[in-house]
């Protein structure tokens, strides 16, 4: 299949996941199923019919009201849609070209936790081991399927050992600063390495590093702007999430520039 038409083909089933993601984000915290009962406002607790549960296309026809109560419904909701319907694009178009399609579902399963645990961390400053735990084994299933349809098992064997080797460095991390490094960004760790190992070291290295520049351009965007201070404790998991989905995306390229620029100096 054309690279482009299987992205845009991902990135529509992307939005009717998006809508499943929106369920996840709002019950998981709360402790409740995530498959009973079916999706709801939650102003006046009226189901949602199927022709709105797609919330980017009835949230824009409704002009972000319930049909049934007229409650405002937040932009969060088509914005988390939104969000992965792009990235299950940009992931799919960029994994194809690589030739890594047998890698596409491990990776489109990689963003749907991201943007989960994203949105979580950012409201209720936690990454809920009812995610985290299983997203280790889910990728590794996943990605061991992938190496053995790609005939390449080193790629998983490289992916095991970065998934030990962040695990043990976000651990010191924390170990170091417990204010600085929660632990669920330690049980998140394995499972980001593993998925950025099996790509490269490069895709290690820049999405390692784009976590900690995220995440620290965030914490000085809040002194200055929020005026909070350096004591203050800030969600890491959004932005260590959004550093590994830019090293799946761009790690392989930028590792290969910095190589080219040191070997040209």
Known sequence: M???TAAVLAGLLGLVVGSFANVVIHRVPRGESVVRPAARCPACGAPVTARDNLLLVGWLLLRGRCRSCRAPIGARYPLVELAMGLLWFLLTLRLVQAGLGWAVPAYLALAFISLVLAVIDASTRLLPNRITYPAFPVMLGLL???????GDLDR??????????LGAFFLVLALISPRGMGLGDVKL???????????????????VFAGFLLGGLAGLAAIWLLGLTRKSLLPFGPWLVSGALLGVLAGADVAGWYARSLLGS
């Open 2 to 4: 054309n690279p482009l």
């Open 144 to 150: 061991t399927l992938a190496s053995v349809g790609l």
């Open 156 to 165: 998983l064997a490289r992916g095991l050992l970065a998934a030990v080797a």
């Open 189 to 207: 760790a394995p499972t980001l390495g593993l998925a950025l190992g099996w790509l490269s070291w490069g895709a290690v290295a820049v999405g």
